[in-house]
């Protein structure tokens, strides 16, 4: 079931210490509107949510969920795990997330979304990074179903950028098609977002590392009003 739309004020900041990641950043969301491109560490940037690259269990033993894990203490793992338990019985699909409370002032909620299965997975040839990134944002979309204004704020890192081995330009573009899923459609549910986006770019592998593919939300079945 799809629902319509809720326009809220998000303000996303894209930042990375991989001066690639920034680059191919500025160059795949140019002509977009309401984001900030910087270069620095995402434990330095002051908004409502963190969104960590994550694995399909929640262990945060690498890459920028180890970061976050030593920031914010080891019950952060502890909260994603047990959201992971309740709502995907243990195992989160590549396509979904999960958004805890922090338990810190800054930020206010931690936002995980899977690019791999396992810990340490290349995921260069997947389309990993397009479903992580929507999914992330489709979270942003639930919270504020549940507490509207709660997320008005979000940073992310280059997402499978580091341990996935995306390389920057293809984890660029692939972010930004996930971003523009977000403003163009809100989905009731992972399993929707998962199947749009896939059947959509089922056959990116043959399009130049340059090209970004915006997706077509589907046909809208049921309206909430």
Same mark, same amino acid.
């Given at each position: 079931?799809?629902?319509?739309?809720?326009?809220?004020?998000?303000?996303?900041?894209?930042?990375?210490?991989?001066?690639?990641?920034?680059?191919?950043?500025?160059?795949?969301?140019?002509?977009?509107?309401?984001?900030?491109?910087?270069?620095?560490?995402?434990?330095?940037?002051?908004?409502?949510?963190?969104?960590?690259?994550?694995?399909?269990?929640?262990?945060?033993?690498?890459?920028?969920?180890?970061?976050?894990?030593?920031?914010?203490?080891?019950?952060?793992?502890?909260?994603?795990?047990? $959201?992971?338990?309740?709502?995907? /019985?243990? %195992?989160?699909? =590549?396509?979904?997330? &999960? !958004?805890?409370?922090?338990?810190?002032?800054?930020?206010?909620?931690?936002?995980?979304?899977?690019?791999?299965?396992?810990?340490?997975?290349?995921?260069?040839?997947?389309?990993?990074?397009?479903?992580?990134?929507?999914?992330?944002?489709?979270?942003?979309?639930?919270?504020?179903?549940?507490?509207?204004?709660?997320?008005?704020?979000? $940073?992310?890192?280059?997402?499978? /950028?580091? %341990?996935?081995? =995306?390389?920057?330009? &293809? !984890?660029?573009?692939?972010?930004?098609?996930?971003?523009?899923?977000?403003?163009?459609?809100?989905?009731?549910?992972?399993?929707?977002?998962?199947?749009?986006?896939?059947?959509?770019?089922?056959?990116?592998?043959?399009?130049?590392?340059?090209?970004?593919?915006?997706?077509?939300?589907?046909?809208?079945?049921?309206?909430?009003?």
């Amino acid at each position: 079931m799809t629902v319509d739309r809720v326009v809220l004020p998000l303000e996303v900041v894209l930042t990375d210490l991989n001066s690639a990641v920034v680059e191919a950043w500025r160059a795949a969301f140019a002509d977009t509107p309401g984001i900030e491109i910087r270069s620095g560490s995402i434990l330095t940037e002051e908004v409502d949510a963190w969104v960590s690259p994550t694995n399909s269990k929640g262990r945060m033993d690498g890459g920028v969920d180890a970061v976050i894990k030593r920031h914010l203490g080891a019950g952060i793992q502890l909260r994603v795990q047990k $959201a992971i338990r309740d709502k995907f /019985a243990g %195992t989160l699909p =590549v396509g979904s997330a &999960v !958004c805890v409370p922090s338990g810190a002032v800054n930020p206010k909620f931690l936002i995980s979304a899977p690019t791999m299965a396992t810990s340490s997975q290349n995921v260069s040839e997947t389309l990993n990074v397009a479903l992580a990134c929507a999914a992330a944002f489709q979270a942003i979309h639930q919270q504020n179903r549940a507490k509207p204004g709660s997320i008005r704020s979000v $940073a992310l890192v280059g997402m499978g /950028a580091q %341990t996935g081995k =995306v390389p920057a330009r &293809v !984890c660029a573009n692939l972010m930004w098609t996930g971003y523009t899923l977000f403003n163009d459609f809100d989905f009731e549910d992972y399993d929707e977002l998962r199947g749009t986006i896939t059947a959509q770019l089922n056959d990116i592998e043959s399009a130049p590392v340059e090209q970004r593919v915006r997706i077509a939300p589907p046909a809208r079945r049921t309206a909430r009003r």
